[in-house]
Structures are given as structure tokens and as C-alpha cells.
């Protein structure tokens, strides 16, 4: 198994389609920790979270063979986990709403006395108020390192729409983290 770890996402998972099923193993060990992270972020509740990357690696192993290998394997693994994050959300209804009275033209800046980690806390926690619709790109491009052309894949978005939603949730996160602060 030593030997998988020198491999692409992409070939893991033709070699787990092909050769070992037992192989699975190592595209959950690469992903678990950053799904779980995405979940959280979109879910904001550990256990929901827990939940739905459990239920995407299943649903994942179960269409593997459906996976096109000229694609990147995490867009397509992160599109599963947003689908079933997605789908809890309308389930229980939690999505919060765009605020009428938020202006998007401020050019307000965060203090920059903040220390690193203070700062990644009050990120964090303002994340959780922000309305899904902007949560999404912004936590897979800045917290998860996703290209935007990544980001379009997995939110099946156009990519200029995926810079306008990025760009309007750096500057509503900045409102809700000043709104915090105050």
C-alpha cells in the first residue's frame, strides 16, 4: 500500500476500480481531514459535517466507476460533499438570507493589531454568519486552496461569477467581522 501514496488522486482511484477495492482507503485518508473541514465550514455543526463527508465517501465509492479520470478527482469528490451539504441545508432549512441593509462598496479594513490566530478565529466565526450563496467560493479558495477554475468545478458556477461571489464575501465578511468587533 506503501506505494499508492506516490500516486496521483486520479490513478488511486483506477487502481481501486481496476485492481483493489481495499485501495479506497488512501483517497480517504488524503481527504477526510480537508472535507471535513469544507463541511464544517458550510454546515457549521461538527456531527452534520461528520455526516455528510461519511455519506459522500460511500456515494463516491459506489460511483467510482462513474468518475471521468481526465478530471481532477478532488473537484469531483468536493461536488459530492457540497451536493450532500446542500441538500442537508434545504433539509432543514438553515440557509440564512442576504441581508437587505448590506452594502457592498465599503472599503473598511479589519485592524491589523490582530494577532494570526485571533484573526483565523474571528474569520472562522464570522464565516458562520455569512449567507451560504458567498461561504462556498470563499471557504474553498482561501481556506481550502482551491484554483478558481476548482471552485467553478465544484459549485458548477461560471468562473467570472465565482471572482464577482468571492470578491462581494471578502467585503461582507469584513462588514460581519467588524460588526462582531463593535
Known amino acids: 500500500m506503501s506505494e499508492l501514496s506516490k500516486l496521483t488522486d486520479e490513478k488511486v482511484v483506477e487502481f481501486t476500480r481496476t485492481k483493489d477495492k481495499e485501495a479506497y482507503a488512501e483517497i480517504i485518508k488524503r481527504f477526510q481531514d480537508k472535507l471535513m473541514r469544507y463541511a464544517k465550514y458550510l454546515l457549521n455543526d461538527d456531527e452534520k459535517a461528520a455526516d455528510v463527508v461519511q455519506e459522500s465517501f460511500i456515494k463516491a465509492y459506489v460511483n467510482l466507476n462513474n468518475f471521468n479520470s481526465k478530471k481532477k478527482f478532488s473537484s469531483w469528490i468536493y461536488r459530492i460533499v457540497h451536493?450532500?451539504?446542500?441538500?442537508?441545508?434545504?433539509?432543514?432549512?438553515?440557509?440564512?438570507?442576504l441581508l437587505d441593509n448590506i452594502d457592498f462598496d465599503s472599503g473598511v479594513d479589519i485592524e491589523k493589531d490582530y494577532a494570526k490566530t485571533e484573526i483565523t478565529k474571528m474569520v472562522k466565526e464570522c464565516l458562520k454568519d455569512m449567507?451560504?450563496?458567498?461561504?462556498?467560493?470563499?471557504?474553498?479558495?482561501?481556506?481550502?486552496?482551491?484554483?478558481?477554475?476548482?471552485?467553478?468545478?465544484?459549485?458548477?458556477?461560471?468562473?467570472?461569477t465565482v471572482g464577482t461571489r468571492i470578491k462581494r464575501a471578502k467585503i461582507l465578511l469584513k462588514k460581519i467581522c467588524l460588526k462582531k468587533t463593535n
Open 83 to 97: 451536493n450532500q451539504a446542500i441538500n442537508l441545508i434545504h433539509k432543514y432549512k438553515k440557509e440564512i438570507p
Open 131 to 160: 449567507p451560504l450563496l458567498y461561504k462556498e467560493p470563499l471557504s474553498l479558495y482561501y481556506l481550502e486552496d482551491k484554483s478558481y477554475n476548482e471552485v467553478s468545478d465544484i459549485l458548477r458556477l461560471p468562473v467570472g
